[in-house]
Structures are given as C-alpha cells and as structure tokens.
C-alpha cells in the first residue's frame, strides 16, 4: 500500500472538488496538506470533475479564503458519465475522495473504478440503500484488489460509528448498549444546508420499500443480544437525559453502526453493542414544526409530482432549514454539534448473561458545524488514515464502514487534533 501510494502521481484526488461541499473539501485538503509539508510528510493532491474552469475557480476561491497564495494543484478532468477519464483518475490517486452525490445516482461509477483500478475510495454519503449495495456488489472484488472502500466518513456517519468505538474502549469491561443523542447549536441568523442534502434525504424516503425488501434478500442472521436488551424509544418522547423532546434520528447512523457491530463480532469475536440514534429538537413548539413538516415531507415523497416539487421548492417546504444557496459564512461560523453517548454495561470479569448491567458511561463527541466543517474535516482525516496507518487496516482490502475499516486506526487521535473532539463526561459503577 505504501508502494502504491509511492508510485502513483497523487495521494489524493478530490472528484466533484467544484460542486458546494467538494469546495469545502478542498480548503480543507489543503489546510492539511500546508501542515503535513511543513512536517516533511509530503502531500501530493488533485481535483477532479468535468469543468475546468469551475474546478480553476474553486482553486481561487479557496486560496483567497485561506488567505494563501494561488493554488497550483492539477486538475483532472473526470465526469461519472465517462467510465474511461474515471479510470484514469483512479489510476492517478492512491485515495479518491468522492464529493459527488446523491450517490444513489452517481456514486456506483466512482466506487467501480476505484476498485478496478485500484484507488481507495472514500465517500460521505448517508444513503443505506446505496452503502449496502455497494457493499453487496464490490466487496469481494475490493478484497481481492486490495482496494478499501469506506462509505459514510461524513458527518454521516464518523461521530457516531466512531463514537460507539470510543465509548467501547473507554469502559473497563464490556460495552452492550448505547443510545445517542444528537444536538445542534445555531448562531443569531440560524442554520441552512444546502439543497443536495435535502435531495439525498428525499430518494431516500422514497426509497425505503426497496431498501426493506433488499434487506430481507440478504437474510442476514441477527445479532445476539447481549446483556439487557435494549428498548426502543416512541416515535416523540421526552428525554430525561438530554432534558429536551426527541425524535429517532433518521439518517444512516443505525444501520452503519448495526453493519460495524456485525464486522467486529463476525471478524474480530467482539461483543457487539446495541445502538439507537436520536435527535434532540427541543421543547414542545419545536415538536410541533417538525411534525408539520415530516407530515407533508413523507406525504410528498409517495409521488413524482410530490417529489418534483418537494425539490424545487427546498426552502419552503423545509421552514427555510434547506436552500439553494447554502449557509453563509457567519452561519457556518457561529453553528456546532454535540452527539452525547449513554452507555450500560458490565465491569471486567462479570458475566453479561446474568444480572442488571452494573456500569454507565455517558461521552460526547462535539465540534463545528456539520455539514461543510466537521464533513470535510471528518472526510479528509479518514482519507489520511487510510494512506499513513496501512498496517493498522483490516489485513483485507473491502467495502467497510468506518468503524470496521479504523477501529485500529488512530483515527480518534486525528480528528481530536482537527476539531472534531471525542470526550468522556462520566463513568459509574453502580
């Protein structure tokens, strides 16, 4: 892998580097890389996509905004329509870094030429239909080409995977459950996201028959359930623990810890850990809002024309949260995140099959605003592991989540350094 990364002219390449979250991917790669070379870790890199003056000014932009002088990185033309310049890049890049969603659409390109071509590649989708698939389709050709591919090391869904890891080896003993709870902290002109996330979770909604009925052709068997079983909270229920109303938290975060919990157990005989997702919204007046829009939300997923509108008319139909143009930089400034972790378990050398779990613990893992800080952030990090810690990676290349493909890694220690910070709040043996 080292040989590799060597041999090949970059280290990474960005693909999608001038659409709105790949701009941000940029500026972050390189940030990275003015410090990894001032380390005398050289970082060789790229952007990709289809137009090279958008990718010509995303370059400007991001050195204005880091206040460097003109980038002089190449740029590579690439577009997901055009399987031979996607193989070309991939033979380019030791990691691709693919920005290029929804992924339902446009990501299966991208994964299949990497793994042809022998490219790690990283993604930062928060699609389970799309992540499962590909894990059904290219897994073993990933393996056999030495080829890791690691979907969801975005906001979606590195806290959360990685933060069940870090709440796991912060007990002495065993881990069995873990509920999150995800807050969001706004600044006087509020949060806005721009609108391709907006698109991702509305195919998703209405993606959600096909992604039952793959699951139940897979017949995967079920994980044991070890220690006391944990319930499932109400579709509304006030949380004692974070002192506000909740909902389930609907992204992929549950289905890419369930699938981390899977590997570890059937690979490395660790004891999975239970694990519900759930958002914190606040008091009543916000239960209210968000049940109104979740109502006409799913109602407008069940059709085309619904559909057709729910994505013309981002803002509107999303109280303004969704738009078109995106955060500006105060709002991305003054925003943040906390994920807050509460754990059960059981005290070294106690059998979990008997008795009440004896051990709660209760971390956090908290940092800048999401989608277009903490992403990038997140994105970049696993990228570099998967270039500096080979030896640390699971012994076979494959389609992982980022808890399978790192949980070896020092994955935890780099985010820590690059804002994104992992803590323990409490620990009690009861």
Excluded at 110 to 118: F, H, I
Excluded at 219 to 232: D, H
Aim: proline share 5%.
């Amino acid at each position: 892998m080292a040989t590799r990364a060597s041999n090949r002219p970059y280290h990474i390449v960005i693909f999608g580097a001038s659409g709105f979250t790949g701009q941000f991917v940029v500026e972050e790669v390189s940030r990275v890389a003015d410090g990894e070379n001032s380390r005398g870790q050289e970082l060789r890199w790229a952007v990709a996509g289809r137009n090279k003056k958008k990718l010509e000014e995303t370059l400007s932009r991001a050195a204005d905004r880091l206040g460097m002088p003109q980038l002089r990185i190449d740029i590579i033309l690439a577009d997901v329509d055009d399987a031979p310049s996607l193989a070309d890049m991939c033979k380019k890049a030791s990691v691709v870094l693919d920005c290029v969603g929804p992924y339902r659409f446009f990501g299966e390109p991208v994964v299949k030429a990497c793994v042809e071509n022998g490219a790690h590649f990283v993604d930062i989708s928060g699609e389970p239909h799309f992540l499962e698939l590909m894990h059904l389709k290219y897994d073993k050709q990933a393996a056999d080409n030495g080829v890791y591919v690691v979907g969801s090391s975005g906001f979606d869904s590195i806290p959360a995977d990685i933060g069940v890891l870090f709440t796991r080896n912060s007990i002495k003993g065993t881990l069995t459950s873990v509920e999150s709870f995800l807050s969001f902290k706004s600044g006087t002109e509020g949060t806005t996201i721009h609108d391709g996330t907006w698109q991702s979770a509305i195919h998703g909604a209405a993606d959600q028959g096909n992604l039952k009925s793959f699951r139940r052709k897979l017949a995967l068997k079920p994980l044991p359930v070890v220690g006391k079983k944990l319930k499932r909270r109400g579709a509304v229920f006030y949380s004692n623990e974070v002192q506000q109303y909740a909902f389930p938290f609907l992204g992929s975060d549950a289905s890419v810890v369930k699938r981390t919990q899977r590997y570890l157990h059937e690979n490395l005989r660790e004891t999975p850990v239970q694990y519900a997702a759930y958002v914190a919204v606040g008091g009543i007046a916000s239960v209210i809002k968000l049940m109104f829009a979740g109502f006409f939300f799913l109602l407008f997923t069940k059709c085309s024309c619904g559909r057709k509108l729910l994505i013309k008319y981002p803002k509107f139909f999303s109280f303004g949260y969704f738009t078109k143009e995106g955060p500006t930089q105060k709002q991305m400034d003054e925003s943040s995140f906390s994920m807050t972790f509460f754990g059960e378990g059981y005290s070294q050398g106690l059998d979990p099959s008997h008795g009440k779990p004896n051990v709660k613990i209760c971390t956090q893992v908290s940092g800048p605003e999401v989608a277009y800080i903490a992403t990038p952030i997140a994105m970049v990090q696993a990228g570099l592991t998967l270039l500096r810690e080979p030896e640390s990676l699971p012994k076979d290349g494959g389609v992982y989540t980022p808890g399978a493909a790192f949980s070896k890694t020092k994955l935890i220690e780099r985010l820590n350094e690059n804002g994104i910070r992992f803590t323990v709040l409490s620990k009690i043996d009861t």
